[in-house]
């Protein structure tokens, strides 16, 4: 049974970073039929997707165009995680952040984080 | 980027009765890649349907999807009380969007 376990700071100020992990078990951040996904749900946004990490032979990382320049998503193989690094924060980015793991390069999404509320607030 | 409008956005059923959920795409949904989501307050989102018609593991067949193109729908056959809550559809053929959730709630 996979598990996706999330943490990492509950509130967050204007301008500075949003850094969120993802520990994951009973799969492989490696895994060779996997991706590895952030996504958030606002009221004002709905559920969006933010990007997503993956190995083929090598890594790589896909971002939506909404937060493509400030995002960066990583894994860590030594722990079996990926992080969500999300810089210059506004409070329209306060949302819930879920780690989700997606079926294939781009599939559906069969496990979740159990979500994180961020606030982005002084 | 593909946009999809889910119908209605409210739908206030019995328990026993069907539920017809409509999700409509702004162009073609590549290979059918579409997906429903169910969601309860507080929780994270559960994945019911894949593939636009494929039950994921574990969901009852009551839950059923049908469509392609731009037109799909999850049919909940008898509702049960646990059944009341909000689903998604999200499609993964062109990049990733989702649709804004139709609430199912107890008439």
């Known amino acids: 049974q996979v598990q996706l376990q999330q943490s990492g700071p509950g509130l967050v100020k204007p301008s500075q970073t949003l850094s969120l992990t993802c520990a994951i078990s009973?799969?492989?951040?490696?895994?060779?039929?996997?991706?590895w996904n952030w996504i958030r749900q606002s009221p004002s946004r709905g559920l969006e997707w933010l990007g997503r990490?993956?190995?083929?032979?090598?890594?790589?990382?896909d971002y939506a165009v909404s937060v493509k320049s400030r995002i960066i998503i990583n894994p860590d193989t030594s722990k079996n995680q990926f992080s969500l690094q999300l810089n210059s924060v506004t409070p329209e980015d306060t949302a819930i952040y879920y780690c989700?793991?997606?079926?294939?390069?781009?599939?559906?999404?069969?496990?979740w984080g159990q979500g994180t509320l961020v606030p982005v607030s002084s | 980027e593909i946009v999809l409008t889910q119908s209605p956005g409210t739908l206030s059923l019995s328990p026993g009765e069907r539920a017809t959920l409509s999700c409509r795409a702004s162009?073609?949904?590549?290979?059918?890649?579409l997906a429903w989501y169910q969601q309860k307050p507080g929780q994270s989102p559960r994945l019911l349907i894949y593939?636009?018609?494929s039950r994921a593991t574990g969901i009852p067949d009551r839950f059923s999807g049908s469509g392609s193109g731009t037109d799909f729908t999850l049919t909940i056959s008898r509702l049960e009380p646990e059944d009341f809550a909000v689903y998604f559809c999200h499609q993964y053929g062109s990049s990733q969007t989702f649709g804004q959730g139709t609430k199912v709630e107890i008439k």
């Open positions: 009973g799969d492989s951040v490696s895994s060779n039929s996997a991706a």
């Open positions: 989700a793991r997606g079926t294939y390069t781009t599939g559906w999404y069969d496990y």
């Open positions: 990490t993956y190995y083929r032979s090598k890594w790589y990382n």
């Open positions: 593939g636009a018609s």
């Open positions: 162009q073609s949904v590549s290979t059918n890649y």
